[in-house]
Nanobody, 131 residues
Framework: EVQLVESGGGLVQAGGSLRLSCAAS???????IGWFRQAPGKEREGVSA????????YYADSVKGRFTISGDNAKNTVYLQMNSLKPEDTAVYLC?????????????????????????WGQGTQVTVSS
């Protein structure tokens, strides 16, 4: 019933930009969307997250100042704008979702350090940054 549909991945040169989209359906309440990435031989890394209820955003230190997460609640879509891309950003990017009423404090670690909290996942989209 809950589905996440991703788009926007591709090949880009170092220093370039891409915008990823994650369209969510099937939710009847507020939720959180997280972006994660998985590169071969590396641990899965939480990149960014946003809460639809209050718009609060979270970023990994490695992407602060380069990536921006945003949401369009009317379209149930979350975007990840990626600028100044580096070869080390190359990975499969996945969006994930969980119900989240956005009540009270939650840490960055809560949203980016605990992928098992997210029961719903998209199919993943490849981002390749050439040098």
């Amino acid at each position: 019933e809950v589905q996440l549909v991703e788009s926007g991945g591709g090949l880009v040169q170092a220093g370039g930009s891409l915008r990823l989209s994650c369209a969510a359906s099937g939710f009847t309440s507020d939720y959180a969307i997280g972006w994660f990435r998985q590169a071969p031989g590396k641990e899965r890394e939480g990149v960014s997250a946003i809460r639809t209820g209050d718009g609060r955003t979270y970023y990994a230190d490695s992407v602060k100042g380069r990536f921006t997460i945003s949401g369009d609640n009317a379209k149930n879509t979350v975007y990840l704008q990626m600028n100044s891309l580096k070869p080390e950003d190359t990975a499969v990017y996945l969006c994930a979702a969980m119900t989240d009423r956005a009540i009270g404090f939650r840490s960055t670690t809560y949203y980016l350090g605990g992928p098992l909290r997210y029961p719903y996942w998209g199919q993943g989209t490849q981002v390749t940054v050439s040098s």
